[in-house]
């Protein structure tokens, strides 16, 4: 196991908030067989880390907020995924698009 792995699971089985890594984590897992992929197949990786990111963000949408503006905001107001979460996955994304991936 690489230090990430150990933050992705410390993060999950404890109370911190890092919801960023609910995108990011299943990215660089999936970033990861870039390092055994087929010639060629960097883009078909890419595309499916980008998605795992984009499920990951929106996995966020219904967590209750513990830290930060949204702590303090009524429950029924927040409704939309993690910013920072979105921006892990729309970063990925605008990545595999300037590399030529289709949206």
Do not use: N
Not at 34 to 52: N, Y
Not at 73 to 94: E, K, N, Q, S
């Amino acid at each position: 196991m690489y230090d990430w792995d150990y933050l992705c699971i410390f993060v999950k089985v404890s109370s911190l908030s890092l919801v960023q890594l609910d995108a990011l984590c299943p990215a660089v897992e999936e970033l990861r067989r870039l390092t055994t992929s087929p010639p060629g197949g960097h883009m078909a990786i890419l595309q499916a880390a980008v998605e795992k990111a984009e499920l990951g963000a929106e996995s966020t949408r219904d967590l209750t907020a513990r830290a930060g503006r949204a702590s303090y905001i009524a429950t029924v107001r927040v409704t939309l995924p993690d910013p920072g979460a979105v921006a892990i996955a729309a970063v990925l994304r605008a990545v595999f698009e300037a590399l030529g991936g289709q949206k």
